[in-house]
């Protein structure tokens, strides 16, 4: 596969009165052609920034990034051709129909006057295209957004926050839009919170925290890799689960009691758990693994999981990932 988007040991330092904040810090993301792929982050882990850096709206302190394999944003002249974005909410004349917007939006352009009937029917805006703007749903502006990015027929679209403020049908209908767009050859990159529906639309993910990658791949490849390392642990009636609990406890395990069993966060060897309980003679009577979704994936690796008693605040966003665990 080839890549159609790279970018390596990016950083960028905000400086204001109040400090210096690293919004980047060292952070790499390859995209491979044809792929639907999610970039995501909890609020603040520097997703926009990478966007905007990528399309030359912020100078980066340092790194190196490619699109299409042509250095950005040196060579972008030469690439911002194929790359359609959306990184802020465009905003439409309400009393302008669809097919007025884009029509200007194409002669403004230089793009040729027929792509507005072609992108209107791909984003499936067709039969409403000649209402005014100002009478569509959220969900429809979002899709006369996309439409006016894929205008000049990008081989790269970029989309920050498609899924933001839409109801579950228009997740739905964005997630069909990203799969005809993939399917017809075009590069999707997506920023997204919204994790249950990356896992549906994505074929790829990089999730970022604090600036930096903590894990990327398919998205297959990331559950398997991250979430098996869960397990539930049933013992025999009326055994002492606390008691059992705090010898895990003890040798480092994260164990989570529940109200008849507990489960072990970190339990990359189970067989550890087995023996340590039976060395005190205590017998599992059930170990299974937790399947795990992005969700529980995206939580353990950006430290964004609720935290009991206390409200986390932005920055204490984890900045290591927790791979390897217990039991080793
Ligand atoms: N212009 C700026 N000046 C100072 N700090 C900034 C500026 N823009 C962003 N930041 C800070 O850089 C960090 C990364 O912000 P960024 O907007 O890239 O995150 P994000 O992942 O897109 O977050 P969200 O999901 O909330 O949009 C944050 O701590 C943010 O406060």
């Given at each position: 596969m080839t890549a159609v988007l790279e970018i390596s040991g990016l950083r960028k330092t905000y400086r204001?009165?109040?400090?210096v904040r690293k919004a980047l810090d060292g952070f790499d993301m390859v995209v491979e052609a044809g792929q639907v792929h999610g970039f995501l982050g909890?609020?603040?882990s520097g997703k926009t920034t990478t966007l905007r850096t990528l399309l030359g709206l912020i100078k980066p302190n340092d790194g190196r990034m490619a699109i299409l394999g042509r250095e950005v944003p040196r060579l972008l002249p030469e690439v911002a051709g194929q790359v359609g974005a959306i990184v802020e909410s465009p905003q439409f004349f309400g009393n302008f129909t669809a097919e007025t917007t884009l029509s200007l939006l194409a002669d403004a352009g230089?793009?040729?006057p027929h792509r507005v009937p072609a992108v209107l029917e791909l984003v499936g805006l067709r039969d409403r295209s000649?209402?005014?703007?100002k009478t569509y749903s959220l969900g429809m502006k979002q899709r006369l957004a996309v439409a006016s990015a894929l205008?000049?027929?990008p081989k790269l679209l970029i989309?920050?926050?498609?899924?933001n403020g839409l109801d579950p049908g228009g997740i739905r209908e964005m997630r069909t839009l990203m799969r005809t767009l993939s399917e017809s050859g075009m590069t999707v990159l997506l920023s997204s919170h919204i994790l249950g529906e990356i896992q549906l639309i994505c074929d790829s993910v990089t999730i970022i925290a604090a600036g930096r990658r903590v894990t990327s791949g398919s998205v297959s490849s990331v559950l398997a890799t991250h979430a098996s390392a869960t397990v539930k642990v049933r013992l025999e009636p009326g055994v002492d689960l606390a008691g059992a609990a705090a010898v895990l406890r003890a040798a480092g395990a994260a164990v989570t009691l529940e109200k008849d069993h507990f489960t072990v966060g970190n339990a990359s060897n189970p067989a550890q758990i087995?023996?340590?309980l039976a060395e005190k003679q205590i017998y599992v009577a059930e170990?299974?693994?937790v399947s795990a979704d992005l969700e529980d994936v995206f939580l353990e690796l950006t430290g964004t999981a609720p935290v009991d008693g206390a409200n986390r605040q932005v920055d204490q966003v984890a900045a290591t990932t927790t791979q390897g665990g217990w039991g080793q």
């Amino acid at each position: 596969m080839t890549a159609v988007l790279e970018i390596s040991g990016l950083r960028k330092t905000y400086r204001s009165r109040k400090g210096v904040r690293k919004a980047l810090d060292g952070f790499d993301m390859v995209v491979e052609a044809g792929q639907v792929h999610g970039f995501l982050g909890p609020n603040g882990s520097g997703k926009t920034t990478t966007l905007r850096t990528l399309l030359g709206l912020i100078k980066p302190n340092d790194g190196r990034m490619a699109i299409l394999g042509r250095e950005v944003p040196r060579l972008l002249p030469e690439v911002a051709g194929q790359v359609g974005a959306i990184v802020e909410s465009p905003q439409f004349f309400g009393n302008f129909t669809a097919e007025t917007t884009l029509s200007l939006l194409a002669d403004a352009g230089g793009v040729n006057p027929h792509r507005v009937p072609a992108v209107l029917e791909l984003v499936g805006l067709r039969d409403r295209s000649k209402e005014r703007v100002k009478t569509y749903s959220l969900g429809m502006k979002q899709r006369l957004a996309v439409a006016s990015a894929l205008l000049k027929e990008p081989k790269l679209l970029i989309l920050d926050e498609p899924a933001n403020g839409l109801d579950p049908g228009g997740i739905r209908e964005m997630r069909t839009l990203m799969r005809t767009l993939s399917e017809s050859g075009m590069t999707v990159l997506l920023s997204s919170h919204i994790l249950g529906e990356i896992q549906l639309i994505c074929d790829s993910v990089t999730i970022i925290a604090a600036g930096r990658r903590v894990t990327s791949g398919s998205v297959s490849s990331v559950l398997a890799t991250h979430a098996s390392a869960t397990v539930k642990v049933r013992l025999e009636p009326g055994v002492d689960l606390a008691g059992a609990a705090a010898v895990l406890r003890a040798a480092g395990a994260a164990v989570t009691l529940e109200k008849d069993h507990f489960t072990v966060g970190n339990a990359s060897n189970p067989a550890q758990i087995t023996k340590l309980l039976a060395e005190k003679q205590i017998y599992v009577a059930e170990l299974t693994p937790v399947s795990a979704d992005l969700e529980d994936v995206f939580l353990e690796l950006t430290g964004t999981a609720p935290v009991d008693g206390a409200n986390r605040q932005v920055d204490q966003v984890a900045a290591t990932t927790t791979q390897g665990g217990w039991g080793q």
